[in-house]
């Protein structure tokens, strides 16, 4: 099994900034990518950043030229980097991990949420 643990949400003003980290733990075998999705009440859990194993990265539009996704491989620790954040970026941010535990199949792990809220 992989363990997830999320930090760095909060309140921010309309402008500012979070960084978001993600610390994977447990009998890791492989991690195939990190990334974070975010969900609003009412709406369906959405893509903002993806990082791959060769270190290729996906945003949603919504956040590109925005937010900035990184990883330690050390440390198996995914972070995300908002800037510029807007309103409409508030939300419950979720922490994936695509990996595979020693003696499991490959799988998605998920972390137990961290609220971002963007209001002045």
């Known amino acids: 099994q992989v363990q997830l643990v999320e930090s760095g949400g909060g309140l921010v003003q309309p402008g500012g900034s979070l960084r978001l980290s993600c610390v994977a733990s447990?009998?890791?075998?492989?991690?195939?990518?990190m990334g974070w999705y975010r969900q609003v009440p009412g709406k369906e859990r959405e893509l903002v950043a993806t990082?791959?194993?060769?270190?290729?990265?996906t945003y949603s539009d919504s956040v590109q030229g925005r937010f900035s996704i990184s990883r330690d491989n050390v440390k198996n620790t995914v972070f995300l980097q908002m800037n510029s954040l807007k309103p409409e970026d508030t939300a419950a941010y979720y922490c994936?991990?695509?990996?595979?535990?020693?003696?499991?199949?490959?799988?998605?792990?998920w972390g137990q949420g961290t609220q971002v809220t963007v209001s002045s």
């Open positions: 994936n991990v695509d990996a595979r535990s020693v003696g499991a199949a490959r799988r998605q792990y």
């Open positions: 447990g009998r890791i075998f492989s991690i195939y990518s």
């Open positions: 990082i791959f194993i060769d270190d290729t990265m």
